[in-house]
Each structure stands twice: as structure tokens, then as C-alpha cells.
């Protein structure tokens, strides 16, 4: 038997020894880890829990989890060319909460009007006071009541907002015979809000300032907004926060910018919802902290306008800081709606309109509007105008001024429509076979139908008589023997039938607020309290008697008469456009009214008369270097007790109409002298026409 030694045997236990240790350190090692991880954690629990337990459960106590409704950005205005009129702005603002400051409210408020001057923040304050002694009233006219004049002729008194609140706290009996001094109204103050001093000074009227519009709201006087101060830097509200205020509160906001000073009355404005409203928009599932349109378009297209409310719950500590932050539902931003207005004309006619007013020398107003065939309104006026960057600070003035800048007198204004409404008659008897085209009245000058009542033409007080003419002459020299014998003959019935037809007495559809005005007849009369006599046809066939006419009534009955007969509803609505412009919602789609069936040669020759008009002598110094030519017919209403009211209506271009407009001048004398007025609105439509016709607007966004 041979003898060996294996030397591999020994390696292998040699190996496997080494292993072993190497195992035993690793799992050492991994022990000593866990080990010193596991003491790190106790560690870090027995801090919390233990050394610093009572601190964070008082944190946790007064941390603060609540819900925040986020409107929805509104969606933008724009004009039929995609120019933007009303916008947005992002920015913070200070608003205050009296219920929360409880007794120390004039405290609270001094300390932040003394932050304001140190930071140089201007705040809303429109208390009619100096701001310096001698204390003396800002205003002297309208400053606790106001004087106003209804549509029926009728005076009232009415107390301003300062008369309201003066009334509601007793510091006078009436508003209409108030005479407290500025220093008297300002110590009745100080002793119903309980400001202690011995002597008004600088700061306690701005504090009474302040109170005033706080207590403005608190008394529902007005339902505007209270922001005390807009635009304000992060100095200030850092500041503010470090303070620690009750009641006073920074929040995010957006407003609406005005990127135009022209069509206020059309815009119209937003304020927070009211009392009155609430029911309404609670129902539509609105926050009660929600801004909605108050009137004009931003009432109008409220629900394209406005998109939905998001809600985020915040997680603050007992400092108010945010710790956390989650949306529940995010806002989703409003629809952006596009107007037929021409922003670019609307501003041109508004100062036309402002220019012949002032010339005037009176405090009378005007109106001017203009539609395209299918009733879309390219521009629509009226003056005296207001800013709606300023309206909330001047709202008392504006409220209480005699010229009535807040009314619209293009959709709200009733005139007579004088020999405007000529036409009307005109048609009635051409389309009632009582004339053609070629039949002739004789104007003497004095119509002697009826044996006691001899109503005379224009002509016969300047010493002459039109002769004989027919229905297009009679037009074109706006013959009033020739309308007073066919409207006699046609008869008050007949006439109160086309009169309506063409939309006259009678709303027009226009998304705005407007009256109706009264087509003159018998049942007019009765309801007036008066008889009606068969003489008054004459004046009615004219445009006088109890004819009572809006501008916007007045151009869509022109546009009527000239596309052949087809009433269509007016409407400032062209579109409405997604938030982000890439998609049309709605289009606005022509709403056809009524049709008159009028033959076209009696319809030639109603616009041969207008197109003879514009050719006259007095006219064609203002149409020849149009480049388009025109029809037109002027009126002259009498006004008792005052001087005429003008008005105008034109459409153009003659042969192949495309708009239509109508002019009205309280006081304004003959209906001719706003002829240039007219020139200048269709040059100016025109030329723009020329230049942005042939180019495609659709989802062009300017500014």
C-alpha cells in the first residue's frame, strides 16, 4: 500500500475556516448597523414625543385645515376684429372684515392707515370731506340729495348714498333738507362710531373715511365691493402679515382692465354678487364671494363669461402661514366673447357725438347707432359717456348729474322721429295700392282737408310751396302736404300695422336693456288719458303725435326697409370663443323677426327719394367724397317748452346696402346738421373696412 499526503484536503479546511470568520464579521457588521439605525430612530421619537412632544401637539393644535373657493378667470371681451377691450389683471388687493375686529376696530384701521402713509398705498376713500381743516365739503351740488327727472316729465328728490347713510344713523332728519357743516357731519361721525378725540385732525378723518365706506356696505346702501387698497407691493403686505390684523386680509385677486375708454354703456361692469342676486346665482351653484356682470355685456353673456369655481383645502398654522395646500376641484377660466362693435368706429362716433354736444352749448345729449344688415350692431353711442375705470369713485356724480351720463340713450332714449318715420308712411300707401311711384300730390303749402284744421308744410313758413310731386320727391323734400294727405288716406290703422312692422314700439332684441317706446294711434292716446281726433292722423303720418322712437328702433327699421323687407332681432353677440382660442363655442346665427312684403319698384323708389336726398345742395357737401354713395332722410321733432330734437337716418352703399344708421341730438334743431356726423361714421367704417375686410380674424387675438 503506497502512502500520500492530500495537501488539497488541507486547503479545503484551511478555505472553509476562512469563510466562516468572514461571515461572522459580516454579520457583525450588519448587526452593529441595524442596531445604530434602530438607536437613531428611538432616538429621533423620544425628541419628538418626549422633548419636544408638548410643543408639537400644541402646533397641531392650533394648526387650521379650511376650504377656499378660487373663482375661475372670466373670460375676455373682444370686438369683431379681435381687438381686446376688456382683460384681466393678477395682483393682490386688501379687504377688511369689521366683524372681525370686533371693539378694536378704529384701533385696527388707524394702525393700518398709518402703515399706508408710511408705505406711501393709496386707499379708497370717498368721503365728500377735506382732508385737511378747515374742514370744508369737496362738493357743493348733490351732496345729500339730488333732484330727478322721470321719462314722464316728473321731478323727484332722491337722497345721494351719503343722504341714505346721513339718514340711517340720524345725523339728519332728511336728506332733502340737510344742512349740516362738513365739521358738524364729521363730529356726528365720531360719535356714532365712537371715535374718541378732542379735536378733528388729518387722521381722525381718514379714519372716518374709512368707516363711511365700510358702513356704505354694512347698511346695503351700496352692493359695490369695498377693496380698501388695489395693487399693493410685497413690502406692504409682508408688513401687513408682521402686524398680525384681525379683519384685514391680503387675498390674490384678478380685476378687470378696460383696454378702451369707448363703450361703456355697451361693456357694462362686475361687483360682487348682491343680496337680491344671491337666490338666483346660489341656485346656479355661484360662490357667494363671486364677482358677475352688473350690466351691459357682462351681464348679458354672464354665462359664457364667467367659467367655474374651484375649491382648495389650506392647511395654516396658528401663525396663518400655509403649510399645505390641495385642490379639491381646480377653477376652469370663462369663455372669451366677441362682439359685432367695431371698437375703432364706437370710439370715433362717441367723440363725434361729444364734439357736436359741446358745440351745442347745452347740457342736452346725443345717441348714434349703427347696424349691418342682419341686425349685428358695428357701433352704438350715447352722450354724455362715463370711464368704467372710474365709475365706483364717481358713481354719486355720475347718479346725480341732470345730463344723465348712466343712461343709455341709444337703447333707452324715446325721441320723436320726425320726418324719419316719412317712409313708413310712404310704403304703406305704395304697398296699399292708394299711390304708385308716378302718382302726384299738389303742396300748396297749407293742407285744407278739414274745414277747421289747416296744418301747414316746412316750406309755406319760408314763403313758398314744394308744388307737385310725387311719392320720391315728396321724400327727398320731406313734404309734409303729400304725407299728410296719404297718411289721411291710408288711415291710423294702417299706418300703426306698418309702423309695427318695421319693429317701431317695439323691442329689438338687443342684448342690452332697452324701452319700447309707443307708436302713435288711438290706443296709445287711451292709455295716456286722452281722446283720440281723426286730425291727429296728419301729425302721426310725420312722425309727431305720440310717435316715441328709439335710435336703435329707428336704424333697424331703416335696415328693414332697405335689405327688402326683413326684420331681423339686433344684436351685439358675433361669437364666443374657448378659454385658450382654439375653438368657437357659439356662433351667433341672424334671427329673422318678421318680413314686409314690399314691391320692388315702390321699394326703389322710397330709396330713390333718400338717394335724391343725399345729392341736394344742403347734403352733398358732406356725402360727395365718400367712397360709397348714400340714401338718407333727416327729422325735426318739436319738443314743447324746448328746442327741436334732430334726427337722421342714412344707409349706404346705395346700390347694394350693407349698414344702416341713426343719429339723434337732443336740442339739436334740424335733423340735417348731424348729416357730417353721418359722413364722418360711414368714412370711417369704410376706410376700415377697406384695410381689415380681406383679412381672416378667426382666432386673431389683438392688442
Known amino acids: 500500500?503506497?502512502?500520500?499526503?492530500?495537501?488539497?484536503?488541507?486547503?479545503?479546511?484551511?478555505?472553509?475556516?476562512?469563510?466562516?470568520?468572514?461571515?461572522?464579521?459580516?454579520?457583525?457588521?450588519?448587526?452593529?448597523?441595524f442596531a445604530c439605525l434602530l438607536l437613531g430612530f428611538f432616538s429621533i421619537l423620544y425628541r419628538l414625543q418626549v422633548v419636544q412632544g408638548a410643543q408639537w401637539r400644541a402646533n397641531a393644535n392650533h394648526n387650521i385645515t379650511q376650504s377656499e373657493t378660487v373663482n375661475g378667470v372670466r373670460g375676455e371681451i373682444l370686438d369683431r376684429y379681435g381687438q381686446v377691450l376688456v382683460s384681466n389683471q393678477l395682483g393682490y388687493s386688501v379687504q377688511l372684515d369689521t366683524s372681525l375686529m370686533g371693539d378694536n376696530t378704529n384701533q385696527i384701521l388707524s394702525q393700518l392707515l398709518e402703515l399706508c402713509q408710511k408705505e406711501g398705498v393709496e386707499w379708497t376713500d370717498n368721503l365728500p370731506i377735506s382732508k385737511e381743516a378747515p374742514w370744508t365739503y369737496t362738493k357743493t351740488e348733490n351732496l345729500f340729495a339730488y333732484i330727478s327727472e322721470g321719462e314722464d316729465g316728473e321731478t323727484e328728490t332722491l337722497p345721494t348714498q351719503l343722504g341714505k347713510l346721513a339718514e340711517e344713523y340720524g345725523w339728519v332728519k332728511s336728506a332733502a333738507t340737510?344742512?349740516?357743516?362738513?365739521?358738524?357731519?364729521?363730529?356726528?361721525?365720531?360719535?356714532?362710531?365712537?371715535?374718541?378725540?378732542?379735536?378733528?385732525?388729518?387722521?381722525?378723518?381718514?379714519?372716518?373715511g374709512v368707516l363711511y365706506e365700510v358702513s356704505l356696505r354694512q347698511k346695503q346702501i351700496t352692493y359695490n365691493t369695498y377693496t380698501f387698497a388695489s395693487d399693493v407691493s410685497i413690502s406692504f403686505i409682508t408688513q401687513v402679515k408682521e402686524l398680525g390684523l384681525p379683519g384685514v386680509?391680503?387675498?390674490?385677486?384678478?380685476?378687470?382692465?378696460?383696454?378702451?375708454?369707448?363703450?361703456?354703456?355697451?361693456?357694462?361692469?362686475?361687483?360682487?354678487?348682491?343680496?337680491?342676486?344671491?337666490?338666483?346665482?346660489?341656485?346656479?351653484g355661484y360662490p357667494m364671494n363671486a364677482y358677475v356682470g352688473k350690466d351691459g355685456v357682462e351681464l348679458a353673456f354672464e354665462s359664457y363669461l364667467h367659467g367655474s369655481s374651484g375649491t382648495r383645502l389650506l392647511e395654516t398654522d396658528e401663525n396663518g402661514a400655509i403649510i399645505s395646500q390641495q385642490w379639491q376641484t381646480e377653477p376652469q377660466p370663462g369663455n372669451h366673447v366677441v362682439l359685432t362693435l367695431d371698437s375703432a368706429l364706437q370710439a370715433h362716433t362717441e367723440q363725434l357725438l361729444a364734439d357736436f354736444v359741446q358745440k351745442l352749448d347745452t347740457s342736452a345729449g346725443a345717441a348714434a347707432v349703427m347696424l349691418d344688415m342682419s341686425g349685428g350692431v358695428l357701433a352704438l353711442a350715447s352722450y354724455p359717456t362715463y370711464d368704467l375705470a372710474t365709475y365706483t369713485e364717481n358713481y354719486n356724480d355720475l347718479l346725480a348729474d341732470p345730463a344723465k351720463p348712466l343712461l343709455n340713450r341709444a337703447t333707452q332714449g324715446i325721441y320723436a322721429p320726425g320726418s324719419t318715420f316719412k317712409m313708413v308712411t310712404a310704403v304703406a300707401g305704395l304697398s296699399e295700392g292708394l299711390i304708385t311711384p308716378d302718382s302726384t300730390t299738389y303742396c300748396s303749402g297749407i293742407y285744407t282737408y278739414y274745414p277747421d284744421y289747416h296744418p301747414r308744410c316746412w316750406i309755406y313758413n319760408q314763403g313758398g310751396s314744394h308744388g307737385t310731386e310725387n311719392v320720391s320727391e315728396a321724400i327727398k323734400d320731406s313734404c309734409n302736404i303729400f304725407f299728410y294727405d296719404l297718411g289721411r288716406r291710408v288711415g291710423i290703422d294702417k299706418l300703426v300695422e306698418y309702423a309695427t312692422a318695421f319693429g317701431l314700439g317695439d323691442y329689438t332684441g338687443i342684448e342690452l336693456p332697452e324701452s319700447k317706446g309707443t307708436v302713435a294711434g288711438p290706443e296709445t292716446t287711451e292709455k295716456l288719458g286722452d281722446t283720440w281726433y281723426a286730425g291727429q292722423t296728419l301729425s302721426a303720418a310725420i312722425g309727431q303725435d305720440n310717435n316715441q322712437f328709439t335710435p336703435i328702433q329707428l336704424a333697424?327699421?331703416?335696415?328693414?326697409?332697405?335689405?327688402?323687407?326683413?326684420?331681423?332681432?339686433?344684436?351685439?353677440?358675433?361669437?364666443?370663443?374657448?378659454?385658450?382660442?382654439?375653438?368657437?363655442?357659439?356662433?351667433?346665427?341672424p334671427q329673422l323677426k318678421a318680413t314686409i312684403d314690399i314691391d320692388p319698384d315702390d321699394l326703389a323708389a322710397v330709396k330713390q327719394g333718400m338717394y335724391d336726398l343725399s345729392q341736394t345742395a344742403s347734403m352733398a357737401q358732406y356725402f360727395a367724397d365718400l367712397p360709397v354713395t348714400v340714401g338718407c332722410k333727416t327729422g325735426t321733432a318739436e319738443v314743447l317748452g324746448s328746442d327741436a330734437n334732430a334726427t337722421f337716418v342714412c344707409f349706404a352703399p346705395y346700390d347694394d346696402p350693407q349698414v344702416a344708421l341713426c343719429l339723434v341730438a337732443e336740442k339739436g334743431s334740424a335733423g340735417g346738421n348731424l348729416a357730417a356726423l353721418a359722413a364722418s361714421m360711414l368714412r370711417e367704417y369704410f376706410a376700415a373696412e377697406d384695410t381689415l375686410g380681406v383679412t381672416d380674424q378667426e382666432n386673431t387675438l389683438l392688442h
Not at 380685476?255 to 342676486?277: D, F, K, M, P, Q
Request: glycine share 4%; net charge negative.
Open 249 to 284: 386680509s391680503i387675498v390674490s385677486s384678478t380685476s378687470r382692465v378696460y383696454n378702451t375708454t369707448s363703450a361703456a354703456h355697451v361693456l357694462g361692469r362686475v361687483g360682487l354678487i348682491s343680496a337680491e342676486e344671491w337666490p338666483t346665482y346660489q341656485s346656479q
Open 1 to 33: 500500500m503506497s502512502r500520500f499526503i492530500d495537501f488539497n484536503a488541507n486547503n479545503k479546511d484551511t478555505h472553509t475556516e476562512d469563510e466562516g470568520h468572514r461571515l461572522r464579521v459580516r454579520s457583525t457588521l450588519l448587526m452593529v448597523f
Open 178 to 208: 340737510a344742512n349740516l357743516t362738513a365739521q358738524e357731519l364729521m363730529e356726528a361721525m365720531c360719535e356714532t362710531f365712537s371715535v374718541e378725540t378732542e379735536q378733528l385732525t388729518p387722521q381722525v378723518r381718514e379714519l372716518l
Open 556 to 589: 333697424n327699421y331703416v335696415a328693414t326697409l332697405v335689405n327688402g323687407g326683413n326684420r331681423y332681432e339686433t344684436h351685439l353677440l358675433k361669437e364666443v370663443k374657448s378659454s385658450d382660442y382654439t375653438q368657437v363655442v357659439y356662433e351667433y346665427e
